[in-house]
């Protein structure tokens, strides 16, 4: 017999691995197949692994449910240990369970999203949610799109296409994925016309720069780096009083967008979104899934008749938003106007809770453990996170896990490797899960996961 075909005949069929995983409650069928097969593939190049005399079918089908967990191309639950509130990789900001429960009949139901029940006629989908950030940042008008590279797109094509855009050259800024300030100007159709230099921009440098051809001044925000020491930047209240002398427009694009002041000071060093329309601009462009912590999203806000052009270019159509989305936002604003969104808002109550409180929630985790020889509490700290605050800290506590047989990698490798995926982070060469960003529905699976795993951790 050829000894290889009898090292493949351990490997369970495909009927074997649906009928597990099945049983499971896991994916299995079609909708893995495309994993399940590179799994296979691995584990036949693992000869050693093959041959070894324990290895029996039912530990090469777990070994293919824990690969396949973490192979999973569907979107699936996971506990976010890392301690960056707005975890980009992790879906950015977490939408509030008590909104999601209060939208579901509406989501599945028909609703008057452009209809007006005073006459009888097409309506806006604006209405609502439009009045909600006109109050919460006394803007005259406000549009939403479906996330901030689109606002400021939509922005610049709709006021400035085939005009310049005059920007300093210290806020020509690259975000996740690759996003540029000047290739979004290009496909704007707009003329990019770069001043000053990437540590300092004087109000002269803009005044210079300003022709017949001048659209747009555009101030961008360094949302997820910081330029520090011989620098000089020019403030809004500047730009407002140049833009009016010469008939230009002033675009603030924030990114992050805080409507409000947070409970740690060291968090407000962002421009608050209410204040900058204050200070002059014209409009100002803010991102929904970041600070503020709802939906993913873009929001436009500024002068009415600005934004009214904004709303007639063809491209809004593109890229506005669907109703799923229109409804997070509105409860979410809604949260905000009665001051609830501290305790309703996942992301506002992790950005503004105290070390003390996040203390306790670690300790309640601890305190569930048979034993804790692999496992104490230890002072961290977490990271706003997702392009926002760059550089800010607030103080945490986290678990930090600790092993003799295995190394940080390992350690981490096992976590994800979990049902629900733990994921953490490295601090001082040891695994810690930073209990900040911990969910409250979280806490009872972190406790059964570290005591599932602590004997792997002892050896």
């Not at 100002?284 to 500024?302: E, N, R």
Request: proline share 4%.
């Amino acid at each position: 017999m050829n000894p290889t075909h009898n090292l493949y005949s351990k490997l369970p069929s495909i009927k074997q691995i649906d009928e597990y995983m099945a049983q499971k409650s896991l994916p299995f069928g079609k909708e893995i197949r495309n994993q399940v097969n590179q799994v296979l593939k691995n584990i036949r190049q693992d000869k050693e692994y093959l041959e070894s005399e324990n290895l029996t079918r039912p530990d090469i089908l777990y070994r293919i449910e824990s690969e396949l967990k973490t192979r999973s191309n569907l979107m699936i639950s996971v506990i976010n240990g890392t301690g960056a509130i707005i975890h980009t990789n992790l879906g950015r900001s977490v939408l509030s369970e008590a909104i999601f429960e209060e939208i579901k009949t509406l989501a599945s139901t028909y609703t008057n999203l452009e209809f007006s029940l005073e006459t009888g006629k097409r309506g806006t989908r604006l209405n609502s949610v439009g009045d909600l950030l006109k109050t919460l940042t006394v803007a005259e008008e406000a549009v939403v799109v479906n996330n901030n590279a689109a606002a400021v797109l939509l922005t610049l094509t709709a006021l400035a296409q085939s005009k310049e855009v005059i920007i300093s050259r210290g806020e020509l800024v690259e975000i996740g994925g690759s996003f540029r300030i000047p290739e979004v100007i290009a496909v704007s159709g707009a003329v990019l016309k770069e001043v000053g230099s990437t540590n300092r921009t004087r109000l002269d440098d803009y005044h210079k720069a300003i022709t017949d051809n001048t659209a747009v001044l555009l101030k961008a925000h360094t949302s997820n780096y910081e330029i520090t020491g011989f620098t000089e930047s020019v403030k809004t209240s500047q730009l407002a009083g140049l833009k009016a002398k010469t008939n230009t427009i002033l675009v603030e694009d924030i990114g992050s967008g805080a409507l409000e002041l947070f409970e740690h000071s060291q968090l407000n060093s962002d421009p608050l979104v209410p204040l900058v329309l204050k200070d002059g601009a014209d409009i100002v462009t803010i991102s929904g899934d970041k600070l503020i912590g709802g939906p993913q999203c873009g929001i436009i806000l500024g002068k009415k008749h600005l934004l009214d052009q904004i709303k007639e270019h063809p491209l809004y159509r593109a890229l506005r938003c669907d109703k799923i989305t229109m409804l997070l936002l509105e409860k979410t604003l809604i949260a905000y106007s009665r001051g609830q969104h501290r305790s309703q808002i996942p992301t506002q109550r992790m950005l503004n809770e105290s070390d003390y409180q996040v203390k306790v929630r670690a300790k309640e985790i601890l305190d569930k453990l048979p034993q804790q020889d692999c496992y104490r509490l230890v002072p961290c700290n977490s990271t706003p996170g997702g392009g926002s605050l760059p550089g800010k800290k607030i103080k945490s506590w986290g678990i930090e896990l600790h092993s003799n047989h295995h190394s940080e990698g390992k350690i981490m490798d096992l976590l994800r490797s979990q049902s629900p995926p733990v994921i953490g982070r490295i601090q001082n060469n040891k695994v810690v899960l930073d209990c900040r960003t911990i969910l409250p529905q979280q806490m009872n699976q972190v406790s059964e996961i570290l005591k599932k795993i602590e004997l792997e951790l002892l050896g």
